[in-house]
């Protein structure tokens, strides 16, 4: 088990002795881990949305119905769902910052690859795999939170992170927007 496995209580061999102490210690893991994690849940929720946007002219662009697209879009939820537990299985086992890199990883480059579609079936099968890559990401957080922060904290965190839905609609429906003004630049 690594240093950012453990809890800061863990990792200083005992308790915090004060309120104030105790505090301070939350409010420094705090700025510690919920902006990198925040980001990287725009970022996910970004990676979710985007697909309806490009449905604008994806479809057309690879000869998909709406619904081989309904299907397809769909998939990555089939992908998250079915791979949700045992992501969180192997997150225990390897420990949340292997375990999340390697999520962010494998959805990074599935997200890269998606860029190779080229009609029906493999847009079905990357956005599959895309739901596999991510899956465990969200509920893996959660039980990291729960290595990170005593329960009277974990709400402030949890709430911090899960801001990240509203900010990526508000910033990824203008991105969207201007990149299918770009006319295939």
Same mark, same amino acid.
């Given at each position: 088990m690594s240093a950012i496995d453990i809890s800061p209580a863990q990792q200083f061999h005992a308790a915090p002795k004060t309120k104030v102490e105790g505090d301070a210690i939350i409010s420094?893991?705090?700025?510690?881990? !919920?902006p990198f994690i925040f980001a990287c849940y725009v970022v996910s929720y970004l990676d979710r949305i985007n697909v309806g $946007?490009? &449905?604008l002219t994806m479809n057309k662009d690879l000869g998909l119905t709406a619904t081989q697209f309904g299907?397809?879009?769909?998939l990555f939820f089939l992908g998250y769902f079915s791979f949700e537990v045992p992501s969180n299985l192997m997150m225990q086992r390897f420990g949340a910052r292997i375990w999340i890199a390697r999520i962010m990883i494998?959805?990074?480059l599935i997200s890269i690859a998606t860029a190779f579609v080229v009609g029906p079936k493999? $847009?079905?099968l990357a956005r599959f795999l895309l739901g596999l890559a991510e899956a465990g990401f969200t509920p893996g957080i959660y039980l990291y $939170?729960?290595?990170w922060f005593p329960g009277e904290s974990r709400a402030k965190a949890t &709430?911090? $992170?899960l801001v990240g839905i509203p900010v990526a609609n508000i910033i990824g429906s203008p991105i969207s927007g201007a !990149?299918?003004?770009?006319?295939?630049l």
């Open positions: 420094k893991v705090m700025w510690r881990l !919920i $946007f490009a &449905a299907w397809g879009a769909g494998t959805w990074g493999s $847009f079905a $939170f729960t290595s &709430a911090a $992170f !990149i299918m003004q770009m006319d295939g």
